[in-house]
């Protein structure tokens, strides 16, 4: 479809053209053109590969905060289990 956009008057009219012959929606392929237009440099924006990669910096950045909340409650716990007078 993307060698064949110059046939049609815009995006959306091609979009909504070939979006009846694939009985899919309208809007759904015109992001998906959007987006690979971008992933090949023809339109700027965020590619998909680096939103891939800030979504799974945000997990890590997630897991290791979930983990730094749960450190201080740990080294309570285990500083009352090694302390002598308890024993």
Known sequence: MLGHLDEYPSLTAACQTVAARLDCGAESLRRWVRQAQIDTGDRDGVTSSE???VR???RENRQ???ANAILP???VFFAGE??????
């Open 56 to 58: 799974l910096l945000e």
């Open 73 to 75: 409650d740990a080294t």
């Open 51 to 53: 939103s891939e990669r």
């Open 64 to 66: 290791l905060r979930e």
């Open 82 to 87: 090694l302390d002598p007078r308890r024993r």
